[in-house]
């Protein structure tokens, strides 16, 4: 592995980041299970220092954790889909549980406009799929599209 440059955009006004900071944010989204001895010398710092860095951004909620990518394809779900959910009247709470209860939806956002809820949902199958969507039915209206591809995979802001 070669050092990690600097970023070229580093964020000023509300941000408490600093340039090395965005330096092992930057090492980390690459790769967060690099190890603090590693994470140092791409950093160009001692291990101490940025076990202490690192510490700081945990504890300023910046670095909420450290995660696993999953090609959800690879283990069985073909169909990804954002699913587009409005709960009708005096609804909104119990679709919100309906939706946290369900392990298939691996992500949902509350949003702004007509549709408060906005989902990511993994299936084996279409029938499958609808099973899900069928469970929704009776509280709320849902709009689904099925994923094709991703443009842009998750990423760092700019910092």
Do not use: W
């Amino acid at each position: 592995m070669t050092k990690v440059k600097s970023p070229r955009h580093l964020q000023s006004g509300n941000s408490t980041l600093d340039e090395t900071d965005a330096r092992i944010l930057a090492a980390l989204d690459s790769d967060a299970r690099l190890s603090m001895s590693e994470l140092a010398r791409l950093v160009g710092m001692s291990a101490p220092s940025v076990s202490e860095r690192v510490r700081r951004l945990e504890a300023g909620g910046v670095v909420r954790g450290f995660t696993v990518d999953v090609d959800t394809r690879a283990i069985g779900y073909e169909i990804r889909a954002m699913v587009r959910i409005r709960p009708l009247p005096g609804k909104l709470h119990l679709v919100e549980k309906l939706i946290q209860e369900q392990p298939k939806f691996v992500e949902c956002d509350k949003i702004t406009g007509d549709d408060p809820f906005l989902a990511r949902l993994v299936v084996h199958s279409i029938e499958q799929m609808d099973d899900v969507l069928e469970s929704l039915s009776e509280h709320a209206v849902t709009s689904t599209a099925v994923i094709k591809g991703t443009s842009v995979k998750r990423r760092l802001p700019p910092l």
